[in-house]
């Protein structure tokens, strides 16, 4: 089955999933990194994980790509279980699965130009040698850089033009869905919003979704259809993202909001009383109980 074979349903679904560690030394005990965390992607969304450092969420993403073992649960994507595919699989997979790493200075071959990496996905799918280095130019065209960024090398970009370059190149395939594993946390403030408007102008023309992984909630906040969100391995609230954003049930969701910085003093300031007003009632709430 294939993802175009999902229209009504979900496109990636995510049931009870746990991920553990080997312990440090020979008798520590393993160590659990996702504890039965549940989701879903629709066709055509973005579902913004979001959480703290640790919290497991980069974990979850290399799951579902099969980068890590899974102990336990599923991974279904487009109707199909993937959680133990093979490598050969994998491979095929590829097509509909792609992934944007965090870190553009170590996630392009320094030693390949840019034509060449964005052709390699092609040439292992079996595309022939010209029609792979005719679309080169259609995918740099994609992500606003010039013809001769072909012939270069990742060194000469800076950062969010090598950005640009891992979003060419996982859109290489035309794939159904993308993890975008913290994508701009290694930006300045300008560049992550110029590389955030390219997301979404590219899901405004393909349909593609996105896993959109993130520590900053005002990211998701601005790329995100929906929104996850994840302590310790395990998925604390879910909903809309205005619902979450706007009115967060959780502590843990509050918290990540009065983190995520505002331009405007006296807007954190009033931010900051509603939800330990929120709290409060909250907690008073729960003692009343």
Request: net charge positive.
């Given at each position: 089955?294939?993802?175009?074979?999902?229209?009504?349903?979900?496109?990636?679904?995510?049931?009870?999933?746990?991920?553990?560690?080997?312990?440090?030394?020979?008798?520590?005990?393993?160590?659990?990194?996702?504890?039965?965390?549940?989701?879903?992607?629709?066709?055509?969304?973005?579902?913004?994980?979001?959480?703290?450092?640790?919290?497991?969420?980069?974990?979850?993403?290399?799951?579902?790509?099969?980068?890590?073992?899974?102990?336990?649960?599923?991974?279904?994507?487009?109707?199909?279980?993937?959680?133990?595919?093979?490598?050969?699989?994998?491979?095929?997979?590829?097509?509909?699965?792609?992934?944007?790493?965090?870190?553009?200075?170590?996630?392009?071959?320094?030693?390949?130009?840019?034509?060449?990496?964005?052709?390699?996905?092609?040439?292992?799918?079996?595309?022939?040698?010209?029609?792979?280095?005719?679309?080169?130019?259609?995918?740099?065209?994609?992500?606003?850089?010039?013809?001769?960024?072909?012939?270069?090398?990742?060194?000469?970009?800076?950062?969010?033009?090598?950005?640009?370059?891992?979003?060419?190149?996982?859109?290489?395939?035309?794939?159904?869905?993308?993890?975008?594993?913290?994508?701009?946390?290694?930006?300045?403030?300008?560049?992550?919003?110029?590389?955030?408007?390219?997301?979404?102008?590219?899901?405004?023309?393909?349909?593609?979704?996105?896993?959109?992984?993130?520590?900053?909630?005002?990211?998701?906040?601005?790329?995100?259809?929906?929104?996850?969100v994840l302590r310790r391995g395990a998925i604390v609230e879910t909903g809309d993202t205005a619902e979450v954003t706007e009115r967060p049930a959780?502590?843990?969701?509050?918290?990540?909001?009065?983190?995520?910085?505002?331009?405007?003093?006296?807007?954190?300031?009033?931010?900051?009383?509603?939800?330990?007003?929120?709290?409060?009632?909250?907690?008073?709430?729960?003692?009343?109980?």
């Amino acid at each position: 089955m294939t993802t175009d074979d999902v229209t009504d349903g979900n496109l990636l679904e995510v049931a009870d999933l746990r991920v553990s560690f080997p312990g440090r030394g020979w008798r520590a005990p393993a160590a659990d990194v996702l504890n039965g965390v549940s989701l879903a992607v629709r066709p055509g969304e973005t579902l913004g994980l979001v959480g703290g450092s640790g919290s497991g969420k980069t974990t979850l993403g290399r799951a579902i790509l099969g980068l890590v073992p899974v102990r336990s649960g599923t991974v279904t994507f487009a109707g199909e279980r993937i959680e133990r595919a093979t490598a050969r699989r994998r491979r095929e997979l590829s097509r509909d699965l792609q992934v944007v790493f965090q870190d553009p200075y170590t996630s392009l071959n320094p030693s390949l130009t840019i034509g060449d990496t964005l052709a390699e996905p092609l040439l292992a799918q079996g595309v022939p040698a010209a029609e792979a280095r005719r679309r080169v130019g259609g995918l740099l065209d994609r992500v606003r850089l010039p013809p001769d960024a072909a012939e270069r090398l990742p060194r000469e970009f800076s950062g969010g033009q090598r950005q640009r370059v891992a979003i060419a190149r996982a859109l290489a395939l035309d794939p159904k869905l993308i993890v975008c594993d913290e994508p701009v946390s290694a930006l300045d403030l300008t560049t992550q919003r110029t590389v955030l408007d390219l997301f979404l102008e590219i899901q405004e023309r393909t349909g593609v979704s996105y896993l959109f992984v993130s520590h900053d909630l005002a990211v998701i906040r601005f790329v995100s259809h929906r929104v996850a969100v994840l302590r310790r391995g395990a998925i604390v609230e879910t909903g809309d993202t205005a619902e979450v954003t706007e009115r967060p049930a959780h502590s843990y969701t509050r918290s990540l909001m009065l983190a995520a910085p505002v331009a405007d003093v006296a807007r954190q300031r009033d931010r900051r009383e509603a939800f330990e007003r929120s709290a409060y009632r909250e907690n008073s709430s729960a003692e009343r109980k």
